[in-house]
């Protein structure tokens, strides 16, 4: 089974990610999906990926491109929202 961390803000846009966790969606794919809640948004989720704490984050756009641009080796593989936020 592979593992695969994953962290995002405790908001509605991630209900999904709670609801498959529960229904226990990605065992069945042999995929261990852990869920980490980042109270302190974008900027923390941007070190977890840098100290590998995290595999994967669903993160603000605009915060990740500062992050890449400063080292960060993240990449962005898909965007759910094309508006800035403003």
């Known amino acids: 089974m592979t593992t695969i961390n994953i962290g995002g803000v405790p908001?509605?846009?991630?209900?999904?990610?709670?609801?498959t966790l529960k229904?226990?969606?990605?065992?069945?794919?042999?995929?261990n999906l852990r869920w980490k809640d980042y109270y302190g948004g974008t900027g923390?989720?941007?070190?977890a990926l840098r100290n590998k704490d995290i595999d994967i984050a669903v993160i603000?756009?605009?915060g990740i491109v500062k992050d890449i641009i400063a080292?960060?080796?993240?990449?962005?593989?898909?965007?759910?929202?094309?508006?800035?936020l403003i």
């Open 60 to 62: 603000l756009t605009e």
């Open 44 to 47: 923390q989720m941007c070190n």
């Open 23 to 31: 229904a226990g969606a990605y065992k069945k794919e042999g995929i």
């Open 71 to 84: 080292g960060n080796p993240s990449k962005i593989v898909q965007v759910f929202v094309k508006s800035p």
């Open 11 to 19: 908001e509605h846009f991630n209900l999904v990610w709670y609801l």
